[in-house]
């Protein structure tokens, strides 16, 4: 009886602390400023794929002339993507349909974009989509910014 309550115990402290951990993750993550919560689909096919499924929750930051974008359910300290500015193009806008307004958050729009000869869906909602064209917009002179 006193082995199963402490292993109980041991399973609850460490459920525990995996929770807590995620959460310090995030305020690390947002304590630079400039986050918003962002799903993304890496290496989309041409044609749009509407099946909802690829999407990954995470939240994206600005660093500089990037965008890092972290997995939401991971205990990395490093972004699992990142984009550079100079690199992204937008190729449009839409809203989700069929499976994939199951699979990301409500209101949310979708962006697909060209990360050097990659094709990438970026889902956000309609502020952090106005920043996100703002930000591209903003690049510094001289550099070519491509925003549909």
Known sequence: MVLALTVCGIVVALVVVGLFVFGLRRRLIQRSGGTFDASLRWDTPEEGDRSGKGWAYGVARY???????????SYS?????????????????????????????????????LHRGTRLELAMSED?????????????????????
């Open 63 to 73: 660093n500089g002339d990037r965008v890092e974008w972290y997995r939401v359910f």
């Open 77 to 113: 300290p490093r972004p699992r993507r990142v984009l550079e500015r100079s690199a992204i193009e937008v190729a449009g806008r839409r809203v989700p349909e069929g499976e994939e307004e199951l699979a990301l958050l409500s209101d949310h729009v979708i962006l697909t974009c």
């Open 128 to 148: 952090a989509l106005t920043g996100f064209l703002a930000w591209l917009e903003a690049a510094p002179p001289g550099q070519r910014v491509n925003v549909a």
